[in-house]
């Protein structure tokens, strides 16, 4: 019954130890109002698919921060937005704006999902012209349906 107890300090021990310290909110509930719908806008650059606000990685983290002391000394959102881009390029975004250096982002997919379609109907002519040169000739077919008699029998 000791150890039992003892292993369960242990591992009570270990949890609060591994446990992280809890960030702060900000003194002002407009100002994280205004953080997490910029931030939700943003795309976190360590994960990609994630939003600014979604994201526990540090680099977000530190992004939030950033984004709470420029709110702070009373940037518009616009301005937030502006100093990002400045920043990390229009991939921060998640709804860049359509122009020639981010065309990739907006016509990409749609390129890749097109020529996906168009290897997928190259593999299945060649195919099938390849089905189509495989065929019986009269004597094969005489042999297998003699074959198939005779298993049948």
Avoid at 49 to 59: C, K, Q, T, V, Y
Wanted: proline share 4%; glycine share 6%; with cysteine.
């Amino acid at each position: 019954m000791k150890r039992l107890l003892t292993c369960f300090l242990m591992l009570l021990a270990l949890g609060t130890a591994l446990g992280k310290e809890a960030i702060p909110m900000a003194e002002d509930p407009v100002v994280e109002q205004r953080l997490i719908a910029i931030s939700e806008e943003l795309r976190c650059l360590v994960c990609q698919n994630e939003s600014l606000a979604g994201s526990r990685a540090d680099l977000a983290l530190d992004l939030r921060r950033e984004l709470r002391e420029l709110i702070k000394q009373g940037q518009t959102d616009e301005q937030i937005k502006e100093f990002m881009v400045s920043r990390y390029g229009d991939f921060v975004l998640y709804r860049p704006p359509v122009k020639p250096t981010t065309w990739v982002l907006w016509l990409g997919p749609f390129g890749l999902m097109l020529a996906g379609v168009a290897a997928l109907v190259v593999y299945l002519r060649r195919r099938s012209r390849e089905v189509a040169d495989d065929t019986m000739t009269d004597e094969e077919r005489q042999q297998a349906d003699a074959l198939l008699k005779e298993g049948g029998a």
